[in-house]
């Protein structure tokens, strides 16, 4: 064990170094925790920036084997928010301090969507003297599209990898055009080339991953220098096909605690990239993204969907619903949040601080 504490002293970590650590347990493990807590304490402080996540539309084009909003899953009811649904939701996060929000959907690219997306964010900033810091999800792009969406004032992105094993990754997903690892890599090239904070992320705890493959994700999040990440657990969604090998998952709570172990390395890695804790760690653990916050996380999507689609943007069991009213919410987060030791920076953009010093 003390050996592991050694590693946590060393200027910069081996694959093999992660590896030992992402096996850390008991007070090793808190020793991980703990040099996470201070290395977020003294680069990007004890702050967690919100951004409004609306799910615009669970309509997409793919086919993912883990996502329970995959093309070919019948028993999902596909819903697309009105324009008017949409800017509702910004105004709310503009009027409740958020400062940022997130617009998120399933992947289409017809011109149609293109823009759609294009429209909506000259509404929103239209409804909210561009006061609002706007991250879209909406997968992969032509480089064009991104540079179009960049130029009406979308300047963050999110794209996952998923993994970054090139053979885990077509284990995932169908080996077809529309779901190509070059491409997804080419177009986070795009996004950064276009001025995006760009942000990427894994799930943790996929069928046949393994603490090698994760090393190799943290080490190839440094390689590409990502301002931003978003990386949770994988969890299991009963009409995909990857429910199948079920068999072979790690307990939840492994999973879970593998994740923060995750986020803990990754911050002591890239000391000022923004954070998120997701929001699949709260569906293992209802104060999962506090937990995550307090050891090295600095970003929470609250969810601003409006309630009656929630259920429908389901990537997987046991996805929080929350039925508090959106006041309620708020005090229950703002409570967890102080005895995480941390405390919600309300009206701030929370611009990656590490995009912040390339500009
Ligand atoms: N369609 C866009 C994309 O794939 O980039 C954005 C929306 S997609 C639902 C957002 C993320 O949800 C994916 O990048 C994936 O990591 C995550 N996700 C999907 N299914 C999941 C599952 N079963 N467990 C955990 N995360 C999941
Ligand atoms: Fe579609 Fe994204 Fe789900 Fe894949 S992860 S099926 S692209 S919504």
């Known amino acids: ?37 201070e290395v977020k304490r003294f680069y990007v402080q004890d702050k967690v920036y919100f951004r409004g996540l609306i799910e615009f539309s669970n309509i997409c084009s793919k086919n993912c084997y883990y996502c329970g909003i995959r093309s070919a899953n019948r028993k999902t009811e596909r819903y697309n928010l009105s324009d008017d649904e949409i800017v509702d939701a910004a105004i709310f996060a503009y009027e409740n301090g958020y400062g940022s ?9 017809n011109k149609r969507f ?72 080419k177009c986070l090239e795009y996004l950064k080339d276009v001025g995006y904070q760009v942000g990427t992320g894994v799930m943790i705890g996929l ?18 220098d990502v301002d931003m990440v978003g990386m949770g657990p994988y969890i299991e969604h009963h009409d995909t ?11 939840i709570g492994k999973r879970f605690e593998l994740s923060l172990k995750m986020i803990a390395l990754l911050r002591i890695l890239m000391k000022d990239i923004n954070i998120a804790a997701a929001t699949a760690l709260q569906a293992i653990d209802k104060t999962g993204r506090e937990k995550a916050v307090e050891i090295g996380a600095n970003v929470i999507m609250p969810n601003i969907t409006p309630y009656s689609y929630r259920d429908q943007y389901k990537l997987y069991e046991n996805k929080p619903m929350t039925t508090d009213s959106p ?30 010093e390339k500009q």
């Not at 929000?101 to 690219?109: K, N």
């Not at 069928?207 to 590409?224: E, F, H, N, R, V």
């Not at 096909?241 to 998952?249: S, T």
């Open 101 to 109: 929000i997130v617009l998120q959907s399933g992947e289409l690219s």
């Open 241 to 251: 096909p990857l429910y199948d090998l079920r068999h072979l998952l790690l307990p």
């Open 327 to 356: 006041d309620d919410f708020l005090a229950r987060l703002e409570e967890r949040i102080k005895l995480a030791k941390n405390e919600i920076a309300y009206n701030e953009w929370g611009d990656s601080k590490h995009w912040e």
């Open 207 to 224: 069928p046949y991953q393994t603490y090698d493959d994760l090393a190799g994700d943290l080490l190839w999040m440094k390689s590409i």
């Open 1 to 37: 064990m003390s050996t592991l504490k050694n590693l946590l002293d060393k200027s910069s970590l081996s694959r093999e170094d992660i590896i030992l650590l992402l096996q850390a347990e008991g007070e090793a493990m808190q020793d991980l925790f703990r040099k996470a807590t």
């Open 114 to 185: 293109v823009n759609r997306i294009s429209n909506l964010l000259s509404k929103i900033h239209g409804a909210t003297n561009q006061k609002l810091r706007i991250t879209l999800s909406c997968g992969e792009q032509e480089k064009d599209t991104y540079q179009k969406w960049f130029d009406l004032g979308a300047i963050r992105y999110l794209l996952r990898i998923e993994t970054s094993n090139r053979d885990l990754f077509y284990k995932l997903h169908p080996n077809n055009r529309l779901h190509d690892f070059d491409n997804r890599l």
